[in-house]
């Protein structure tokens, strides 16, 4: 049954009415007529004077509550949601705020969550830049101290303090970069390439590096024959020279990084795959947070900004796609993102 003031209202009526009616009846003194007059009398005035107080006091107020808590409820969560009525506006209410308060408490949960995110941010950037000014620093005291007058020491400290500012230097390159692609200042420079040409690229370019530390990189494609994007060919290159240079640099010596190239349809699916020193399940969330380290002793041996995952992660974003990893301890990992083809149409309206 509906509870409003009108059937709360009948059904108190109906109760008293019912007995007072019953309790003239057993009157010897008083008539039929009398208990009918009674039950009238009876039955009106309770449910006009109970119809008044919860309409207007009860169940007004808690209307205007329910009202008040829908209403903040659609502002939080941004949403044109129809209100709907329970049977019991008490029950109703109830609901709305246990709804209310849970929104509430994940609310909570999540800024504590970007609080300590941005503890974790700010220890890890001012480690990452103090450690080259602190290096450099060093090396040029022990310069000013009279080491400058030898030239074998000075030379060998020179290179060393020129070293560490050029690691500064690239880290803080890295950190505007990230910042400049969340921010949308950096406009993506789309152009139509066959992706296998930009794929070659990136391993020319690693080539040297791989050999340094007998790690075999191979590329894997169906066939010869291009295929096309629509893409910024030095932000995507940018993408697998990344995770190519991670899986050397996270690899064992003698190991092998593949890029394989998978057609299907309308995509294009890229994977960049080792099998290096892997990662485990539970960094495998937060591998592409900016500064995050899954094991920061292995991390700092290896160097490196702490930026690269946190780039390519946006990168990919401004491609309309995203970055995904499957990756075992001590197994190796795969990287693979999706990138859309051009359809033969749009290839021929190129050439022409």
Same mark, same amino acid.
């Given at each position: 049954?509906?509870?409003? &003031?009108?059937? #709360?209202?009948?059904?108190?009526?109906?109760?008293?009415?019912?007995?007072?009616?019953?309790?003239? $009846?057993?009157?010897?003194? #008083? $008539?039929?007529?009398?208990?009918?007059?009674?039950?009238?009398?009876?039955?009106?005035?309770?449910?006009?004077?109970?119809?008044?107080?919860?309409?207007?006091?009860?169940?007004?107020?808690?209307?205007?509550?329910?009202?008040?808590?829908?209403?903040?409820?659609?502002?939080?969560?941004?949403?044109?949601?129809?209100?709907?009525?329970?049977?019991?506006?008490?029950?109703?209410?109830?609901?709305?705020?246990?709804?209310?308060?849970?929104?509430?408490?994940?609310?909570?949960?999540?800024?504590?969550?970007?609080?300590?995110?941005?503890?974790?941010?700010?220890?890890?950037?001012?480690?990452?830049?103090?450690?080259?000014?602190?290096?450099?620093?060093?090396?040029?005291?022990?310069?000013?101290?009279?080491?400058?007058?030898?030239?074998?020491?000075?030379?060998?400290?020179?290179?060393?303090?020129?070293?560490?500012?050029?690691?500064?230097?690239?880290?803080?390159?890295?950190?505007?970069?990230?910042?400049?692609?969340?921010?949308?200042?950096?406009?993506?420079?789309?152009?139509?390439?066959?992706?296998?040409?930009?794929?070659?690229?990136?391993?020319?370019?690693?080539?040297?590096? &791989?050999?340094?530390?007998?790690?075999?990189?191979?590329?894997?494609?169906?066939?010869?024959?291009?295929?096309?994007?629509?893409?910024?060919?030095?932000?995507?290159?940018?993408?697998?020279?990344?995770?190519?240079?991670?899986?050397?640099?996270?690899?064992?010596?003698?190991?092998?990084?593949?890029?394989?190239?998978?057609?299907?349809?309308?995509?294009?699916?890229?994977?960049?795959?080792?099998?290096?020193?892997?990662?485990?399940?539970?960094?495998?969330?937060?591998?592409?947070?900016?500064?995050?380290?899954?094991?920061?002793?292995?991390?700092?041996?290896?160097?490196? $900004?702490?930026?690269?995952?946190?780039?390519?992660?946006?990168?990919?974003?401004?491609?309309?796609?995203?970055? $995904?990893?499957?990756?075992?301890?001590?197994?190796?990992?795969?990287?693979?993102?999706?990138?859309?083809?051009?359809?033969?149409?749009?290839?021929?309206?190129?050439?022409?």
């Amino acid at each position: 049954m509906y509870f409003n &003031a009108k059937s #709360v209202s009948l059904l108190l009526a109906l109760c008293v009415g019912g007995i007072t009616s019953a309790f003239l $009846s057993i009157l010897p003194e #008083v $008539s039929t007529m009398g208990a009918i007059v009674g039950l009238i009398i009876s039955f009106s005035s309770t449910f006009l004077l109970t119809y008044f107080v919860l309409e207007f006091i009860f169940f007004k107020e808690i209307g205007n509550i329910h009202r008040q808590i829908h209403e903040l409820r659609q502002k939080q969560t941004k949403s044109s949601s129809k209100e709907v009525k329970q049977k019991n506006p008490i029950v109703d209410i109830k609901s709305q705020i246990n709804h209310y308060a849970k929104m509430k408490e994940d609310e909570i949960a999540q800024l504590k969550k970007m609080e300590q995110y941005r503890k974790e941010f700010l220890a890890n950037i001012s480690h990452e830049l103090k450690t080259p000014i602190f290096a450099t620093q060093g090396f040029i005291l022990t310069l000013l101290d009279g080491a400058v007058n030898d030239k074998n020491v000075r030379d060998r400290f020179l290179k060393k303090a020129a070293k560490s500012l050029n690691a500064l230097n690239i880290l803080v390159e890295d950190l505007l970069t990230v910042s400049k692609i969340e921010a949308g200042e950096i406009n993506m420079e789309f152009e139509e390439f066959d992706v296998q040409i930009m794929l070659v690229d990136v391993l020319e370019q690693i080539e040297q590096k &791989a050999e340094k530390k007998n790690i075999t990189v191979t590329f894997e494609a169906p066939n010869d024959d291009p295929i096309y994007i629509n893409a910024d060919y030095n932000r995507l290159k940018q993408v697998v020279l990344n995770l190519v240079v991670n899986g050397i640099k996270y690899n064992k010596k003698n190991g092998w990084v593949k890029v394989i190239l998978e057609v299907k349809e309308d995509i294009v699916t890229i994977n960049v795959k080792d099998n290096g020193q892997g990662i485990p399940e539970e960094d495998q969330n937060r591998i592409f947070e900016r500064f995050y380290r899954v094991e920061k002793s292995r991390t700092k041996k290896q160097g490196g $900004s702490g930026l690269g995952l946190a780039i390519c992660k946006h990168i990919l974003e401004r491609h309309d796609t995203s970055i $995904s990893v499957v990756s075992t301890k001590e197994e190796g990992s795969t990287f693979s993102f999706d990138l859309k083809l051009l359809n033969d149409t749009e290839n021929e309206d190129t050439e022409l």
